[in-house]
C-alpha cells in the first residue's frame, strides 16, 4: 500500500521522497499556471503545451508566486 508521502513508490518514505515534496509543492504555481494555459489561445502563443512542468517557465512563475505569498503573510503578520 502506498501512501502519498512515498511520491517514487518504492514503500519507504526516505530522503528522496521529502527532496521530491519539497520539488513537487515549490514548482506547484508555476505547473498549475501552465497546464492551465495549456489550451488557450494565450498558451499556443507561447508555445506552451500540457506537459511543460518543471521547466523553467514553470519555475519561474512558481518564485514570483511564492514571493508574492510570502510578502503577503509578511504584511498580515505586521499588521
Ligand atoms: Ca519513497
Redesign the pocket.
Known sequence: MNNWW?????????I??VGLLAKYIGCWPGNFVLKVLAHTPLGTFFEVGPFDQYTNAAWTISVIVWLIVFAWLSSLSKA
Open positions: 512515498d511520491v517514487n513508490r518504492d514503500g519507504l518514505f526516505t528522496t521522497d
